[in-house]
């Protein structure tokens, strides 16, 4: 079992930045990967970025490449999502999440098992 705890959400300006963070517990993370899904009202959830705890390989949506960062810390059990030059279409939960994709399904919502609470991102113009 994997729990995911987000924190770092909040609300600010378009062009500024943010930066989450999600701390996992339990077993099996350190074999998967880990990222960040995001929900805006009304709208499918959609994949934002990920990263394998093992490889270190990322994976970003294009809406958010060059904007922002994921990381891992593979001993604090910990990753973290910089958001940078924040867009108002970035609204929505934030939601972080831990499984095993199949190839090329990295930012695919079904590949992942565990997710947490989430946490809102709210960016206004």
């Known amino acids: 079992q994997v729990q995911m705890v987000e924190s770092g959400g909040g609300s600010v300006q378009a062009g500024g930045s943010l930066r989450l963070s999600c701390q996992a517990s339990?077993?099996?993370?350190?074999?998967?990967?880990l990222g960040w899904f995001r929900q805006a009202p009304g709208k499918e959830r959609e994949g934002v970025a990920v990263i394998g705890m093992t490889s270190d390989k990322t994976f970003y949506a294009d809406s958010v490449r060059g904007r922002f960062t994921i990381s891992g810390d593979a001993g604090k059990k910990t990753i973290y999502l910089q958001m940078n030059n924040l867009k108002p279409e970035d609204t929505g939960t934030y939601y972080c999440?831990?499984?095993?994709?199949?190839?090329?399904?990295?930012?695919?919502?079904?590949?992942?098992?565990?997710w947490g609470k989430g946490t809102m991102v709210t960016i206004s113009s």
């Open positions: 339990g077993h099996g993370y350190d074999r998967a990967y």
């Open positions: 999440v831990a499984g095993q994709p199949g190839p090329e399904l990295q930012l695919n919502s079904g590949g992942y098992e565990y």
